[in-house]
């Protein structure tokens, strides 16, 4: 029970338990003193009365300062589902729910670490356990060395590499320690140049670059919005059928500049747009770890569009397909 928890201020909540025991111990002294009872026994019952008064008032006020204490404990074991009662409107309540955010913001942050480990140990065993799958036939002679052994090989090294520079990317990004390098660029060279570089190692797959005006420039680092379109091409490649067409675009106004990347695959289901930029979530149809993704390319996009203040976002394209969004504020002609 918490009788004092209305009042606003830790002072004023001081000042009732105060007034509480002097009242009490007046009106325990003067009906002792009508009575007739010994001067020494209404001092004693007016002093325990007070001191129970005070206990009363006193153990509203500091509860939550013991449950933060015990909670603290808790956490430091590694538990960090326990809360703290909240409901006291002054500084100990204010403290009370910082606590809560406090936990809650640990607790999803130690989620979302057992949930990294857990996947980069899946991520990495996968391409190990093929190379050593792949030596072993070597060493034993089951398997001659030959062109598409070592191209295989050569796959499953490369995605090792491409996991642990994104990984590396994207702990650099969580940590702020990658500052933007902001210049005034043209989008077509840049849009161009992701497209060239894709083209190395898309041949069955059409890409085409529509900037309009053509002149378009943007204010931001380059190299990081570069990364942000070759991440958007290569996941639009990886999940285009042979022969078709991924288009890279640009536009914009006096406001905004929008780029988007549109292929002609089976899409994200409308109930997993909002999960795709989370680290290592694929949909089920459209982001399989066969096809040689890792999962952190969109998280990474996602946090370089943040840094910029813009916004990154999935659309559905008729008849199928997908469509990414990224929007960055402030164009100059």
Known sequence: MRPLDPLSSIKTKLGVVIVA??????????LGIRAGIPLFVVGGASGALSLLMVQFLAHGMTSPLREMAAAAKTMARGDYSKRVTATSRDEVGDLS??????ASELEQVERMRRDLVANVSHELRTPI???QAVLENLIDGVEEPDPVTFTTMHEQVRRLGRLV???????????????LQRIN???????QQAVRESKLHSHNVHLTVDVRPPDLSADGDPERVHQVVANLIENA??????????????YGDEHRVTIEVADEGPGIPQNEAGRVFERFYRADAARSSTQGGTGLGLAIARWIVDLHGGEIRVESREPTGCRMVVEFPGIAP
Do not use: K, W
């Open 185 to 191: 660029f043209r989008l077509e060279d840049l849009l």
């Open 97 to 102: 729910r910082a606590f809560n955010a406090m």
């Open 165 to 179: 520079s994104q990984l590396l990317d994207l702990s650099r990004l969580e940590s702020g320690a990658v500052p």
């Open 237 to 250: 490649v990886r999940h285009s059928p042979a022969d078709a067409e991924v288009s890279v675009s640009a």
């Open 21 to 30: 025991s002097v009242a009490v111990t007046v009106a325990v002294h003067t």
């Open 129 to 131: 356990s093929a190379l």
